[in-house]
């Protein structure tokens, strides 16, 4: 099954509502102020955020203006083509090897589960994948991705429960460089504002990895859940104080009317979604493609 109908099914809910909205919409009459207005309204009760939806709403009434659209179909078809332009503003994120991957996120998002996948698609693409365990806070967190690795017969690097997780990226790194590994993908602990000790480890992790392997190709990615909406953002913003982020892994889309965040995601951080999981199998997940997110929200 190809990315177009993995996101068609993922994107469900979220085109059902929005589609619905939109047909309403655009089946009533002329392309006025008002149209424009109700337009904004359905594009901020989809997730897409007030800020982010004024933006798509004026770059749709300059392309009408200029293109004269008049007719709502064609106004629908513009919608898609402004939506687009946007997601490609953002420069897309293209792994090149050795790669270190660290993936970062509060508790909950499905993390682990992200990494695990993440090796099984690698591993699928013929790539050598080591994991380092770095999570050492959280009880059995080195336990559930040793099944991970087991499942997609992996390498791991892993330490004791509470021992220092910028020492175990250091092993695991050793044995990257040692074994010339294509991809290693760095567990952390799950982690919230609040946990300013789980967040200085970041940093400490950050600097091992830029000490010990300056050649290899750095990508630092956030795990969001798309249920969360809006408040997914908050995440990004903190957890870009402490490390640079690169980009975005956008999980539990299957399970969420709330795709439309993924526009705020690009307008207001200019990050761009890296993978998407699109179900709750071995093999959902995708790197992530703009055109074809846009061509399946409605």
Do not use: C
């Not at 909205?21 to 594009?43: A, M, P, Q, R």
């Not at 104080?241 to 307008?267: C, H, M, R, W």
């Amino acid at each position: 099954m190809g990315f177009f109908k993995k996101i068609g099914d993922a994107l469900k809910r979220t085109k059902e509502a929005f589609s619905r909205k939109l047909d309403s919409l655009f089946s009533g009459g002329e392309i006025n102020d008002d149209f424009y207005e109700e337009l904004t309204d359905i594009l901020v009760s989809s997730d897409v955020g007030f800020t982010t939806s004024e933006e798509i709403v004026d770059r749709l009434r300059i392309y009408a203006r200029k293109n004269k659209i008049r007719k709502a179909e064609e106004v629908k078809k513009a919608l898609k083509t402004i939506l687009a332009e946007m997601m490609e503003e953002v420069e897309p994120v293209k792994i090149e090897y050795p790669a270190i991957i660290t993936v970062v996120g509060v508790n909950g998002v499905g993390k682990t589960t992200t990494i695990g996948k993440l090796a099984g698609y690698f591993k699928d693409n013929k790539k050598d994948v080591t994991l380092v365990a770095g999570d050492t806070f959280r009880a059995a967190a080195s336990d559930q991705l040793t099944e991970w690795a087991n499942r997609n017969k992996v390498r791991i690097v892993k330490h004791s429960e509470g021992a220092d997780a910028a020492a175990v990226v250091f092993d695991g790194i050793q044995s990257a460089k040692a074994k010339k590994t294509d991809v290693l993908i760095i567990d952390t602990a799950g982690r919230l504002q609040t946990k300013t000790n789980l967040m200085e480890e970041l940093k400490k992790i950050d600097k091992v990895i830029t000490r010990e392997y300056p050649e290899a190709n750095r990508y630092n990615l956030i795990v969001l859940d798309a249920t969360t909406g809006q408040n997914a953002l908050s995440q990004i913003e903190h957890f870009n104080e402490y490390i640079k982020l690169d980009g975005i892994v956008l999980t539990k889309l299957d399970g969420t009317a709330k795709g439309g965040v993924v526009f705020s995601i690009a307008q207001d951080y200019n990050l761009p979604v890296v993978f998407v999981g699109t179900g709750e199998a071995l093999g959902d997940i995708e790197p992530f493609d703009a055109k074809e997110f846009v061509d399946n929200l409605y």
